[in-house]
């Protein structure tokens, strides 16, 4: 009786712990983006779009760039992005929080892409968009881990699991022309980011 309640009360306090947070990516003070690769439709004969991923280093301050060029075809669909590994449970936290110092140019709409082990297999990400405002300063982007939904070319799949059915493997920056959305963006942008963190 004595054992049963001692382990009930450690359950307890460990369900109660607080988590701690998780600095995926700090761009104020990284050496080098060279983890971080292209993602966009010129993997495709159609497609001719563009991402690059640079860090931004002055005198006063370091940061990354995410520079995209949409190019759409006749129908609206384009992406362009970057991606990197990352190991996490997604059990363990509750949001992905993006740290943006600025964006430039014409377009609004912007996701971060996951993919955790299971998808990976199945060609399946998990996405959630969010929205800047040219020349927005100093936001602090929340996305909650729970509202990723899970994708299969450009289509949202019903029938996939949860994220949190394995751990995630795989994080990515992107935009897109909209296919299959009513919000359709083309052109040319630039965010500069901080930092991406796990909370």
């Known amino acids: 009786m004595i054992l049963a309640y001692v382990l009930a009360t450690l359950v307890v306090m460990a369900e109660s712990k607080p988590r701690s947070n998780k600095l995926l990516f700090d761009?104020?003070?990284?050496?080098?983006l060279d983890a971080w690769k292209e993602v966009s439709d010129?993997?495709?004969?159609?497609?001719?779009?563009?991402?690059?991923?640079?860090?931004?280093?002055?005198?006063?301050?370091?940061?990354?760039?995410?520079?995209a060029v949409l190019n759409p075809q006749p129908n609206?669909?384009?992406?362009?992005?970057?991606?990197?590994?990352?190991?996490?449970?997604?059990n363990n936290y509750t949001a992905i929080k993006v740290k943006v110092r600025n964006m430039k140019g014409n377009m609004k709409s912007f996701k971060v892409n996951l993919v955790n082990e299971k998808s990976a297999t199945n060609g399946r990400t998990y996405e959630q968009f969010y929205d800047l405002l040219e020349g927005?300063?100093?936001?602090?982007?929340?996305?909650?881990?729970?509202?990723?939904?899970?994708?299969f070319r450009g289509k949202f799949?019903?029938?996939?699991?949860?994220?949190?059915?394995?751990?995630?493997?795989?994080?990515?920056?992107?935009?897109?022309?909209?296919?299959?959305?009513q919000i359709k963006q083309s052109g040319v942008t630039a965010v500069e980011i901080d930092s991406i963190e796990l909370v």
């Open 157 to 181: 799949d019903p029938t996939a699991p949860p994220l949190t059915a394995a751990p995630v493997i795989q994080l990515g920056l992107q935009v897109t022309g909209g296919v299959y959305s």
């Open 42 to 67: 010129t993997a495709r004969s159609v497609g001719k779009s563009k991402a690059s991923f640079v860090l931004q280093k002055t005198q006063v301050y370091q940061r990354a760039v995410f520079f």
């Open 27 to 32: 761009f104020t003070s990284v050496q080098n």
């Open 136 to 151: 927005e300063q100093d936001t602090v982007v929340t996305l909650p881990l729970e509202k990723f939904t899970a994708d």
């Open 76 to 90: 609206g669909a384009c992406f362009a992005g970057v991606e990197t590994s990352v190991k996490f449970d997604a």
